[in-house]
């Protein structure tokens, strides 16, 4: 399974646009990216997944590079209820539908 | 909201208390896991099950005992408990088991603090 790298923490003013990177160098060609993100005491929350192409939906922009190893989470207009922890996630290309979360990136929406 | 529903939110128990956990989904997914968060953690694989079998274990101690009666429910049968296994149980589902483009779905959880 590929893994990932996110700084640990980042800061965003409010109705600014919010971009959280993600390294995932080792990824294998058929493995998406996903990203979740987690409100204090609420479970992880879905936002995006893509392969190759650019991905957009309600919530947020995906932006994958051309090679694969690296991606970039937008959020356009961040509000303080965007203030959350945000894992990017690589999913195994096995026939097991894990999902193995790295440490995170805690976005503080201020 | 979440579609995933998880009881009961919080849970105290003794160590030598039975206690089950449950997560229920209509969404008509086929796999269904669990999921292990110990504070300022990320979660941890527990369990999956796949069609209401148990494909895989992450070699979870035996005192946690999953259980799917159906498509639907999902169970954590907890027994004998030790204090560091307090932490965050999140329930999660999925369409079709072992599919890289579909995302999994979570529940929020039940807090569990063993005394």
């Known amino acids: 399974d590929a893994k990932t790298t996110q700084p640990p923490s980042m800061d965003c003013a409010e109705g600014r646009a919010a971009n959280l990177p993600c390294n995932h160098s080792t990824i294998s060609g058929n493995e998406y990216v996903y990203w979740y993100r987690q409100i204090h005491s609420q479970g992880p929350q879905y936002i995006i997944h893509g392969l190759k192409n650019n991905e957009t939906n309600e919530m947020a922009s995906l932006i994958i590079t051309e090679d694969r190893k690296s991606s970039t989470l937008i959020l356009p207009h961040a509000t303080l209820r965007d203030t959350a922890v945000y894992y990017c996630i690589v999913k195994s290309s096995s026939n097991t539908g894990k999902l193995i979360f790295g440490q995170g990136t805690t976005l503080q929406v201020k | 909201d979440t579609e995933v529903t998880q009881t009961p939110k919080h849970l105290v128990m003794g160590m030598t208390n039975k206690k089950s956990l449950k997560c229920e989904q209509h969404m008509g997914h086929r796999a269904m896991y669990w999921y292990k968060q110990k504070a300022k953690k990320p979660p941890e694989l527990m369990f999956v099950?796949?069609?209401?079998?148990?494909?895989i274990n992450e070699s979870v101690p035996s005192r946690f005992s999953p259980e799917c009666p159906n498509s639907s429910l999902l169970n954590l049968h907890l027994h004998a408990l030790q204090p560091e296994d307090s932490a965050l149980y999140l329930c999660?589902?999925?369409?079709?088991?072992?599919?890289?483009?579909?995302?999994?779905?979570f529940g929020d959880g039940t807090r569990l603090s063993i005394l």
């Open positions: 099950y796949s069609y209401e079998k148990l494909s």
């Open positions: 999660a589902s999925s369409q079709e088991p072992g599919a890289s483009n579909q995302p999994q779905h």
